[in-house]
T-cell receptor, first 114, second 113 residues
Framework: DTEVTQTPKHLVMGMTNKKSLKCEQH?????MYWYKQKAKKPPELMFV???????INESVPSRFSPECPNSSLLNLHLHALQPEDSALYLC?????????????FGPGTRLTVT | SQQGEEDPQALSIQEGENATMNCSYK?????LQWYRQNSGRGLVHLIL?????REKHSGRLRVTLDTSKKSSSLLITASRAADTASYFC?????????????FGEGTQLTVNP
């Protein structure tokens, strides 16, 4: 199984809502990632989890709160977002066995903040 | 911050022609990767080239890497309409905590039937 799944596919939320994005992989990967991608732009790294511990936070605002409950799951909790946070949110995973592994991406969650 | 620049930003060709995309970067890398993204979808890994490699092939794909010039190119031969997508290079400055991919701005490839 080389698939990364993400739910929901689409999400519309108001600025006062609290919602969560979910990501799951069963490839045994011990690194998981969140990216944000605006239209016609490249993905930008937000967070990296390594062995279920947050290892990289690219100065992301606290209204985004990641969580890695176990080695297969990654969540992104959203609270008090702004309209400019509307984007495609991509999850990815990769092996940590050596230095030369690609990342496997999920299909993304299209988030619209109203 | 995005360190990669891709050239051209957009490329339109006829089916059967070859497509070449270029990528430049600024810092030292462990490896460089190319990904494809169909509109509004996730990214699909195409090929990885290590910093000590100069050329790599995979099917209709050929990637070159010139670390002295900090540049890479992706060649797609005998293109097909299904190759229409955005193509991103990504430099990997791997750390013990996982890979830190920095993506280029991407090239939008359109292959006309």
């Amino acid at each position: 199984d080389t698939e990364v799944t993400q739910t929901p596919k689409h999400l519309v939320m108001g600025m006062t809502n609290k919602k969560s994005l979910k990501c799951e992989q069963h490839m045994g990967h011990r690194a998981m990632y969140w990216y944000k991608q605006k239209a016609k732009k490249p993905p930008e790294l937000m967070f990296v989890y390594s062995y279920e511990k947050l290892s990289i936070n690219e100065s992301v605002p606290s209204r985004f709160s990641p969580e890695c409950p176990n080695s297969s799951l990654l969540n992104l909790h959203l609270h008090a977002l702004q309209p400019e946070d509307s984007a495609l949110y991509l999850c990815a995973s990769s092996s940590l066995w050596d230095r030369f592994h690609e990342q496997y991406f999920g299909p993304g969650t299209r988030l619209t903040v109203t | 911050s995005q360190q990669g620049e891709e050239d051209p930003q957009a490329l339109s060709i006829q089916e059967g022609e070859n497509a070449t995309m270029n990528c430049s970067y600024k810092t030292s890398i462990n490896n460089l990767q190319w990904y494809r993204q169909n509109s509004g979808r996730g990214l699909v890994h195409l090929i990885l080239i290590r910093s000590n490699e100069r050329e790599k092939h995979s099917g209709r794909l050929r990637v070159t890497l010139d670390t002295s010039k900090k540049s890479s190119s992706l060649l797609i031969t005998a293109s097909r309409a299904a190759d229409t997508a955005s193509y991103f290079c990504a430099t990997d400055a791997r750390e013990t905590s996982g890979s830190r991919l920095t993506f280029g701005e991407g090239t939008q490839l359109t292959v006309n039937p």
